[in-house]
């Protein structure tokens, strides 16, 4: 089974009308890392300031958009619902635990953990605010695009690419693991002459376990897990769209109160809708690593049984080895079941509401303004110049970004890492054209200017 059958997005469900953005209001959280990244871009890409004031001021134009480009993608990387998920559960434990701590302590201490349950619990609204903000965007432009014929095979396209890509990633984890499990059974076998009669038969059942158990992450079992969550996300869209127009309605609505309007936004929505299906999911997923390498509630795995039953005859040395390769190997297994059960999951979710065109979208803002500042060179050299230390650099940075979120890299991880490669073409780029094109970035003295 091909992973390309296993993307179906033809979804055909109602959308809600495209929302529009009034910039001039923007907080200065906003506007001030974008004047500190735009003197950063000045620094490296301004290898020539042009003479000509309308040429300045197109290029401090093109600057600055790139520059809000720049900063506006970091802030919805980093408030991706991919990226903010793991961070929410973590800020809801710390908020149930400061909240059990205070239950009976009205001490300095009880109203400090009071303090805290307050503002994680915030916070956790927050981000759940921002996710709905998110699914509305990437709703708003999926609804644009299935209005125009000339946009929706590409929508469709690119979400089906992207999903074919973290589905890789799925597979290509349990496959590494799989061959790593594979080694191990015959390291094992090594050893099983050194068995008495009954012993051999005890591993030879032992074994025979393994390998029956381990067809849950064979290819093919895979792959119809991961089509049975994109059908259990058959109703994602219609939810999530009859959520948003529920909230709509509430807003309008005077007899609803403030506090539930708010509570409702803050809950996001498309992960809500699936919570169960997603627990469930889980849930099964660690009780196939549980069975096979144990974990910390006490199971110990039936690699770790089977070891047991060569131990007696193993040297310390080849035991601490078997030992040492076990847990090894639960390590890579949990993290390629993670990738199946909660950032695939995730990433599915997304891609459904239409995460993967809007990213690229704000790829293509960013290389419109290094078009921009291109556009403003006055000749051929120095148009190099600018696309070596300038536009390379950003464009594969956000390349980057993207390319590793489909990759299932989780979102502050990849915006870091795409930042990093970003910066570090920049300075090769910026040296590169230094070397070859001294002549234009060389800066003019100010009496050379002023003349």
Request: contains cysteine; proline residues 2%; hydrophobic residues 35%.
């Amino acid at each position: 089974m091909s992973i390309q059958n296993g993307c179906n997005m033809n979804n055909t469900y109602r959308y809600l009308p495209n929302f529009k953005a009034d910039a001039s209001g923007v907080s200065k959280l906003v506007t001030k890392p974008i004047d500190k990244v735009e003197s950063a871009v000045s620094t490296v890409t301004d290898t020539f300031e042009p003479e000509n004031e309308e040429h300045k001021k197109s290029y401090k134009t093109a600057v600055r958009v790139g520059s809000t480009v720049l900063v506006l993608g970091a802030i919805l990387a980093i408030f991706n619902p991919k990226f903010s998920s793991k961070f929410i559960e973590k800020l809801k434990t710390k908020s149930t635990n400061a909240a059990n701590k205070a239950k009976t302590d009205n001490s300095l201490s009880g109203k400090w953990n009071r303090f805290k349950q307050f503002v994680y619990g915030s916070t956790v609204k927050f981000f759940g605010i921002v996710n709905n903000g998110n699914s509305a965007k990437d709703e708003g432009f999926k609804w644009l695009c299935k209005k125009s014929k000339f946009l929706e095979k590409p929508h469709s396209k690119i979400t089906q690419f992207f999903d074919n890509i973290s589905k890789h990633t799925v597979l290509s984890k349990y496959k590494k693991v799989n061959k790593r499990l594979e080694r191990f059974d015959k390291v094992l076998e090594h050893y099983r002459d050194r068995l008495t009669e009954s012993e051999k038969k005890a591993f030879d059942a032992k074994l025979a376990e393994i390998k029956k158990t381990r067809e849950y992450i064979s290819e093919s079992n895979i792959v119809l897990r991961l089509q049975q969550q994109e059908q259990e996300m058959a109703n994602l869209e219609k939810d999530t769209v009859a959520r948003m127009d529920k909230f709509r309605k509430n807003i309008l609505d005077k007899s609803v109160k403030k506090e539930d309007k708010f509570n409702d936004v803050a809950t996001f929505w498309a992960e809500d809708s699936l919570k169960q299906k997603k627990e469930k999911l889980v849930e099964n997923g660690q009780n196939f690593v549980s069975k096979i390498t144990g974990d910390d509630k006490g199971s110990k795995g039936l690699y770790t049984e089977i070891v047991e039953i060569l131990s007696p005859h193993l040297k310390q040395e080849e035991k601490l080895a078997l030992e040492g390769v076990t847990k090894k190997s639960a390590k890579k297994l949990r993290n390629a079941n993670k990738s199946e059960t909660i950032e695939y999951f995730d990433k599915k979710r997304d891609l459904i509401l239409g995460s993967a065109p809007t990213d690229i979208l704000t790829a293509l803002f960013s290389l419109a303004a290094c078009g921009v500042a291109l556009g403003t060179a006055d000749s051929k050299e120095q148009r190099l110049s600018r696309t070596v230390s300038g536009v390379v650099p950003t464009v594969c940075g956000f390349g980057t970004n993207i390319a590793l979120t489909a990759m299932l890299v989780s979102g502050s991880l990849s915006l870091v890492l795409g930042a990093l490669s970003g910066a570090i073409l920049s300075t090769i780029g910026s040296v590169t054209s230094r070397y070859l094109f001294p002549q234009d970035t060389k800066v003019p003295t100010k009496e050379v200017r002023s003349v």
